[in-house]
């Protein structure tokens, strides 16, 4: 991706530098206070350690600075998931299990040119708000996102998006 970002910018130029980080060393990379916003799509559960991340974040954020973050949802991404579906196969419920279970799960990627797997950290939010308030940061909002009537309408493969929280989004000051 970053390459393919990359090269738009050297066709198109905005004037947008890209730089390759780890997040939990953020602070290493950039001096203190270098950034007005920061955002982490997806991503914070996918690094070793989320809370040293979110520390290198607030690091790298001015005073005032904001943050947005969102995660995949602890409640509904859990060590053990299945939906349970009736004969016809329509969704009835979502079985979960070991919700504070503290751990590294693992994705198994498929339908790509190739197969991956990737690791995510599994937490309940007691530990992401821990975190992140540990971190410094002042917590300003928190959503669950969920498809609307009209994007259920003209998607209704998103109806099990509106019966559990897929996703967690924290927007974030630094204080």
């Known amino acids: 991706m970053i390459e393919h970002a990359m090269r738009i910018e050297r066709d198109a130029p905005l004037g947008i530098a890209?730089?390759?980080?780890?997040?939990?060393t953020l602070d290493r990379t950039f001096a203190p206070a270098s950034f007005d916003v920061a955002t982490s799509?997806?991503?914070l559960q996918d690094v070793p350690d989320p809370e040293r991340a979110l520390r290198a974040m607030h690091t790298v954020l001015r005073p005032?600075?904001?943050?947005?973050?969102?995660?995949?949802?602890?409640?509904?991404?859990t060590p053990y998931r299945e939906w349970?579906?009736?004969?016809?196969?329509?969704?009835?419920?979502?079985?979960?299990?070991?919700?504070?279970?503290?751990t590294v799960m693992r994705y198994r990627w498929t339908g790509w040119s190739y197969e991956f797997t990737t690791p995510a950290v599994h937490a309940p939010l007691?530990?992401?708000?821990?975190?992140?308030?540990g971190a410094g940061f002042a917590l300003c909002t928190f959503a669950e996102p969920r498809p609307?009537?009209?994007a259920l309408r003209?998607?209704?493969?998103?109806?099990?998006a509106a019966r559990v929280p897929y996703f967690a989004m924290f927007g974030l000051a630094r204080s």
């Open 64 to 77: 005032g600075g904001r943050a947005v973050v969102s995660i995949a949802h602890p409640c509904s991404d």
């Open 126 to 133: 007691e530990d992401w708000f821990r975190w992140i308030l």
């Open 148 to 150: 609307s009537a009209e």
């Open 84 to 102: 349970l579906k009736d004969a016809g196969g329509r969704k009835l419920a979502l079985s979960i299990d070991r919700y504070f279970e503290r």
């Open 41 to 43: 799509c997806l991503a």
């Open 154 to 160: 003209e998607h209704p493969d998103l109806e099990d």
């Open 18 to 24: 890209y730089t390759v980080a780890d997040a939990q």
